[in-house]
């Protein structure tokens, strides 16, 4: 028979609460060497395909009703029918007709009150793929038949409004609280290994640095399987540059090349190296002696590299565009590079005589078909791409990849 539907079970925002506190007990039962090597990202990404709520839908082109039945039905309540006991059953023949709608969704959400409700709910049958209104009337009628389903449908259709209506909201706070819950457990982890030389390490400036290539900045024209790890070692933290770093030793390079960009002539004749120089000299200008070039480093030789207390905190590849293969391999190059503990890196490509605006277009296609690619953080401007990629040999071991695009013409 009919139950009421969104009642039955409770309220839905406790069925929310408990959802949250699942994933928080998932969270803090993850080992502390998972936690801390897995991607956090994908760790994220995976809990909020798992964990979202999927709202219904009900597809009402597909409305079908089954079989009539022939029923005994009780009219011994009937005050319109003369009964001498009505302590008693009374059954004449009656019809029974069933009205099933389709559905997809998450079928909890049909039993829980949503913070908008009402005292008179629908009421119905709920199996795994349908929502079936049942009918029992003592004589063959289709207008009121008609008339009582489409009063379901308009109840069914209101209260599942306000339903839906809570879970967007739901699912869309959801990601912040998985971001902070995985967040604040690997935060005590590493204060509790106190592994603090892990959150980033001061580089130390000049304090004459010279200004002679700063460039004013200009305005320019987003059951699930769980990410896995390497089990073999233990994590052991390495020092990472902080991002204001990385952004300030990117603002560097950027304003060397604006320099270029203005000053054409001075530098058409220079190649990869000669060019390469230039970024060195005023790279070493702002910090203390940190930057080398051909500096052998994991498995081959790097660009640009910058070294703290023995560690590669930086490295950077010079490439001068010959076509989307030249692209495809200077990531290769890049990531053949950099060792497991590299974590921000770049590649300055070179524009020479070429369509730079057909170079532009190609270059995200280029990079997100990469085997190591990952996801995409921002385009900063018209010639600037920050990526994710992870190492080859570890999924869960991303590093920070930007491109920046320069147009260094031949005269």
Same mark, same amino acid.
């Given at each position: ?75 011994? *309540? ?60 003592? *004589? ?18 209101? @209260? ?140 081959? *030789? ?76 921002? *385009? ?9 990629? @992870? ?21």
């Amino acid at each position: 028979m009919n139950d009421f539907l969104f009642c039955a079970k409770g309220r839905l925002d406790y069925y929310f609460e408990q959802i949250k506190k699942n994933i928080k007990h998932e969270i803090d039962g993850y080992s502390a060497d998972y936690l801390l090597k897995v991607s956090e990202q994908d760790l994220i990404e995976s809990l909020l395909i798992e964990c979202s709520i999927s709202p219904i839908n009900l597809y009402f082109d597909d409305i079908y009703q089954l079989e009539p039945k022939d029923i005994d039905i009780d009219v011994s *309540k009937d005050q319109n029918r003369v009964i001498f006991d009505r302590n008693q059953p009374f059954y004449i023949k009656g019809t029974e007709t069933t009205i099933c709608i389709p559905y997809e969704g998450d079928s909890n959400l049909f039993h829980l009150q949503a913070s908008t409700f009402s005292y008179n709910p629908p009421r119905g049958r709920i199996t795994r793929t349908e929502v079936q209104f049942i009918y029992q009337l003592p *004589k063959q009628n289709a207008e009121a038949l008609r008339n009582m389903f489409n009063s379901d449908l308009g109840s069914i259709k209101k @209260h599942l409004g306000w339903t839906n209506r809570d879970v967007e909201a739901f699912n869309k706070e959801l990601q912040a609280f998985i971001r902070d819950a995985v967040s604040t457990r690997k935060q005590k982890l590493l204060a509790d290994r106190n592994m603090s030389a892990a959150l980033g390490i001061p580089i130390k400036k000049r304090e004459d640095a010279s200004k002679t290539f700063s460039i004013p900045e200009i305005r320019r024209r987003s059951p699930v399987q769980r990410p896995t790890i390497k089990t073999e070692e233990p994590f052991r933290p390495e020092p990472s540059l902080p991002e204001s770093e990385y952004g300030n030793i990117l603002r560097i390079i950027k304003n060397m090349v604006m320099v270029i960009e203005r000053s054409p002539s001075a530098f058409s004749g220079m190649g990869e190296e000669d060019l390469r120089q230039h970024f060195l000299v005023q790279l070493n200008g702002q910090y203390e002696g940190t930057a080398t070039g051909e500096t052998f480093n994991y498995s081959g *030789k790097t660009d640009i590299l910058i070294r703290v207390n023995g560690k590669n905190i930086f490295i950077a590849e010079c490439k001068i565009w010959k076509g989307p293969k030249s692209l495809s391999d200077a990531i290769d190059q890049l990531l053949a590079y950099a060792s497991w503990r590299d974590t921000k890196t770049a590649i300055l490509l070179f524009n020479r005589n070429k369509n730079f605006s057909d170079v532009l277009e190609k270059i995200p296609g280029i990079v997100e078909s990469h085997s190591s690619y990952k996801r995409t953080i921002s *385009k900063d401007d018209e010639t600037t791409f920050r990526y994710v990629f @992870h190492q080859p040999s570890d999924p869960n071991r991303e590093l920070y990849l930007t491109l920046l695009a320069f147009d260094v013409p031949k005269l």
